[in-house]
């Protein structure tokens, strides 16, 4: 039996993007500031630059664009 998802899903945000809308649509989700977002992949990036560029990747490509 499927159930359908009722609460507030992690999207991509297509208005307020520099890239694909990942770190906006996480920070949104978190009620954060993008800023804060992006300086924390950034610094992810620098630490882990593979595990974090493949992750930003996947996210961009799987994650749902918000409709609204």
């Given at each position: ?30 009620n ?23 992750a ?13």
């Open positions: 039996m499927k159930e359908k998802y009722v609460g507030n899903p992690i999207t991509k945000d297509l208005l307020n993007r520099k890239l694909s809308g990942v770190c906006a649509g996480i920070a949104k989700h978190y954060m500031p993008i800023i804060t977002v992006r300086v924390l992949s950034v610094i992810l990036g620098i630490l882990f630059p593979l595990p974090a560029v493949f930003y990747l996947l996210a961009a490509f799987l994650m749902p664009t918000n409709r609204y």
